[in-house]
């Protein structure tokens, strides 16, 4: 009887660490985390925009590399947010990495090569991410929408699933912070 309840438990447990790797859902709140802004206004900063975006529309890019394709996303998300300037739409990239010193110069060429002029791109010490984010261990990037400080979409890409056709569809889903 011991082996067979030290089983259910251990199931239990992994289930439970699973879950809690899935990412935020639709409709739980966002918690605040520092970042050290790289292209943004406040470059050279460390300070937490989702505390200072507060209730409005944002898009929140988690990246564990800077990739053409996470370039591409980040490209097609500032468009968006300078489309909705009016509606106080805001934006950040996150570069989770365990030396972000070292990455500073490879952000900073992104944006200048893709034009972003909307979108700080930011760096969190540690590949993990922020904890309460619950970011997906074997995802590469995650996006998460919010408004008014609650999920609206978050998605998770493994390895080779930032496609075009997941770009566009990323980009599609900002309409559902947008209404």
Known sequence: MKK???????????AVAQAAEKGLAVGEGVAPFYVTDVTGPSAGEKLCYRCRYGSKPTVSVFARKMTPEVAALTKGIDGVVGEN?????AAFVVLMTDKPEESEAALKTVAKDQGIKHTPLTTFDGVAGPEEYKLASDSEVTVVMW????????????AGELTKDAVAASLKDTAKILN
């Open 147 to 158: 408004v008014g400080g609650k999920v609206a979409s978050s998605t998770s890409y493994k």
């Open 4 to 14: 067979l309840f030290a089983l259910v438990a251990m199931f239990a447990a992994c």
């Open 85 to 89: 300037a009016d509606k106080k739409m």
